[in-house]
T-cell receptor, first 112, second 112 residues
Framework: GQSLEQPSEVTAVEGAIVQINCTYQ??????LSWYQQHDGGAPTFLSY????GLEETGRFSSFLSRSDSYGYLLLQELQMKDSASYFC?????????????FGIGTKLQVIP | EAQVTQNPRYLITVTGKKLTVTCSQN?????MSWYRQDPGLGLRQIYY???????DKGDVPEGYKVSRKEKRNFPLILESPSPNQTSLYFC???????????FGPGTRLLVL
């Protein structure tokens, strides 16, 4: 089966940098995705890593190490609107691009 | 506007009364999926579909049925709802070989 572990809560100061880690155990790994979900809203896609290394999209970056089964989401120049839950997810299966497993989510609180 | 729609958004029902939650996407995506979200458990996949007439179980399929007769629609059927199916449900879609999932707004279900 698949499992992902991420911290349940993180608190950070506005303007600072925060890193949210995700470790996974899975078969047929095809990459690690990150989603953001504000309270009462739907998850929205942030980034995806299929290969080792860093992917940057504006203030958000995501990193993957396949050998360590580990990834992280890095949020820079934190803003109050970044307060949300962040989920890592893997999509895998024998034929690829099939079953999706999410972590339990990390609730990020940004404080002034 | 590219979107995933779900109906109804809110539903209160009683144990054993069959119900259907509809999901429709206008992006011509092959992959569609249903998730339930419960506090402390994150998003868990119920069923997914890789194309018309192709569906498969996710991690928590018990008590649910799906069908994919048209590419745009992927209804979730609860033939005999029970209180443990009280949850927030999300439908999502993506191109088959793309990790970016687009989520619907969610359906909040209460089974009494």
């Amino acid at each position: 089966g698949q499992s992902l572990e991420q911290p349940s809560e993180v608190t950070a100061v506005e303007g600072a940098i925060v890193q949210i880690n995700c470790t996974y155990q899975t078969s047929g790994f095809y990459g690690l995705s990150w989603y953001q979900q504000h309270d009462g809203g739907a998850p929205t896609f942030l980034s995806y890593n299929a290969l080792d290394g860093l992917e940057e999209t504006g203030r958000f970056s995501s990193f993957l190490s396949r050998s360590d089964s580990y990834g992280y989401l890095l949020l820079q120049e934190l803003q109050m609107k970044d307060s949300a839950s962040y989920f890592c997810a893997v999509r895998n299966g024998l034929g690829g691009y099939q079953k999706v497993t999410f972590g339990i989510g990390t609730k990020l609180q940004v404080i002034p | 506007e590219a979107q995933v729609t779900q109906n109804p958004r809110y539903l209160i029902t009683v144990t054993g009364k069959k119900l259907t939650v509809t999901c429709s996407q206008n992006m011509n995506h092959e992959y569609m999926s249903w998730y339930r979200q419960d506090p402390g458990l994150g998003l868990r996949q119920i069923y997914y579909s890789m194309n018309v007439e192709v569906t498969d179980k996710g991690d928590v399929p018990e008590g649910y049925k799906v069908s994919r007769k048209e590419k745009r629609n992927f209804p979730l059927i609860l033939e005999s709802p029970s209180p443990n199916q009280t949850s927030l449900y999300f439908c999502a879609s993506s191109p088959l070989r793309d990790q970016t999932q687009y989520f619907g707004p969610g359906t909040r279900l209460l089974v009494l």
